[in-house]
């Protein structure tokens, strides 16, 4: 390892205390103006809105992943994992990357605006960083896209007990103050073993990952899922998927330059990649702030309504169901926002439903496996004694305007 390497910059986070970060490549990648767009970025969206802590970044939640990341490595290196220093530092590298190609306000641009996934995203920014860097992140791109012979590195950025979940778990049950989302995770994190050359939990920490698990759950129904936050996300989404219907209709509209870029640009046409990210990268909340504030005067009303409705939390009532919404009753609320607003009123934007599902732990997929001292190695679904909610919880919402009585 370079001398350079043990010299580190000291940030104070408030959740571990002192956060630390090599300088080199790792330090090279947090002063990165991309990186340094994650400061601009909130990590849980519009849940401000229910929670008013809320308002950590996704530049926190990197960093704290990186830290649980550092630990992760120490506690599998001290148990005999082979970890070289060039992959100790790769993995760290797709850590904090791993968030990079997320957008403002959640996901709400995904649903608009922008036609790629933010996991595809943050792979191109990584393959766009790695020419920048001279190739320095070739092993972190492997890892990330599990294409290195090390299985358990991956799993430590892409798996049911990634640093990823471990952070904002933890994170965002501190800022928003649901304490049923608080977890072990330093206990979990020193029960990693690899076997076999995968990611296992020693047997002393099937509890720890009981609760976890649990903890995932409740904070998806509480936080993530939260009918006030849906509301507010599925409000920004209509309102973006109805300032691209003005914009492709020729309306000139009060938007910043790398927002107009996407608004405005021709859907027959497939961009450069390289286009696309230079303009996302200079996208984050602030513009999509200042395009609500400018839209409440607009004169379209949908535009105007939605922009005044997340201004000044005037949200949408959102109604949960077990079951699809019926066509009879969607249509009534249809015809009393017509009554409401006008004949001619696109209702599209004002009467929609759609449905949210979630799935604490899905044992199709990779599975959590324990350890056990004879050295068996069982699925936890297999010998927990706890309900793991492995199946899938779907609601289903209608959302309209509270006027609509």
């Known amino acids: 390892m370079n001398e350079i390497h043990t010299q580190r910059k000291i940030f104070n986070d408030p959740v571990y205390g002192f956060v630390s970060v090599p300088y080199g490549l790792l330090l090279d990648i947090v002063d990165h103006p991309y990186f340094q767009r994650l400061r601009r970025i909130r990590q849980v969206g519009l849940a401000h809105f229910v929670y008013p802590g809320a308002l950590h970044t996704r530049f926190h939640h990197a960093l704290?992943?990186?830290?649980?990341?550092?630990q992760a490595i120490e506690v599998l290196r001290n148990k005999g994992a082979e970890i070289t220093?060039?992959?100790?530092?790769?993995?760290?590298?797709?850590?904090?990357?791993?968030?990079?190609?997320?957008g403002p306000y959640s996901h709400?641009?995904?649903?608009?605006?922008?036609?790629l996934h933010h996991e595809r995203l943050s792979l191109l920014f990584m393959k766009e960083l790695n020419r920048q860097f001279d190739g320095r992140l070739e092993l972190a791109i492997r890892i990330?896209?599990?294409?290195?012979?090390?299985?358990?590195?991956h799993q430590l950025v892409s798996g049911?007990?990634?640093?990823?979940?471990?952070?904002?778990?933890?994170?965002?049950?501190?800022?928003t103050g649901v304490s049923e989302g608080v977890i072990g995770y330093d206990r979990i994190i020193k029960m990693l073993a690899v076997h076999d050359g995968e990611l296992v939990v020693e047997e002393k920490g099937i509890y720890s990952i009981e609760k976890f698990l649990i903890a995932r759950r409740?904070?998806?129904?509480?936080?993530?899922?939260?009918?006030?936050?849906?509301?507010?996300?599925?409000m920004v989404i209509h309102l973006l998927q109805r300032a691209r219907e003005l914009a492709l209709a020729g309306v000139?509209?009060?938007?910043?330059?790398?927002?107009?870029?996407?608004?405005y640009r021709d859907t027959d046409e497939q961009p450069p990649v390289r286009e696309t990210l230079e303009h996302f990268a200079r996208l984050d909340d602030y513009d999509i702030a200042s395009a609500i504030k400018a839209w409440r005067e607009a004169d379209d009303p949908v535009l105007a309504l939605l922009s005044a409705g997340l201004l000044d939390r005037k949200l949408f009532r959102?109604?949960?169901?077990?079951?699809?919404?019926?066509p009879d009753y969607v249509e009534m609320i249809r015809q009393k926002t017509a009554d409401l607003f006008g004949p001619d009123i696109p209702l599209e934007h004002l009467v929609f439903t759609g449905s949210e599902s979630n799935q604490a732990y899905d044992a199709s997929e990779e599975k959590i496996c324990i350890q056990f001292k004879d050295g068996r190695v069982l699925p936890i679904d297999e010998c927990s004694d706890v309900p793991l909610y492995t199946q899938v919880v779907t609601k289903y919402f209608i959302c309209y305007p509270k006027q609509v009585r």
């Open 252 to 263: 000139e509209l009060e938007v910043s330059r790398h927002l107009h870029w996407f608004l």
């Open 108 to 115: 709400a641009l995904e649903h608009s605006i922008v036609d």
């Open 64 to 70: 704290g992943a990186l830290h649980l990341m550092q």
């Open 218 to 234: 409740l904070m998806y129904w509480q936080v993530y899922l939260h009918k006030t936050n849906v509301s507010a996300e599925q």
């Open 85 to 102: 220093d060039e992959e100790a530092e790769a993995v760290c590298a797709a850590i904090l990357l791993h968030d990079i190609g997320h």
């Open 144 to 153: 990330f896209s599990d294409h290195h012979p090390k299985k358990f590195l």
């Open 160 to 175: 049911q007990l990634d640093m990823d979940r471990m952070d904002y778990l933890n994170r965002d049950s501190f800022f």
């Open 318 to 326: 959102l109604e949960w169901r077990s079951v699809a919404v019926e």
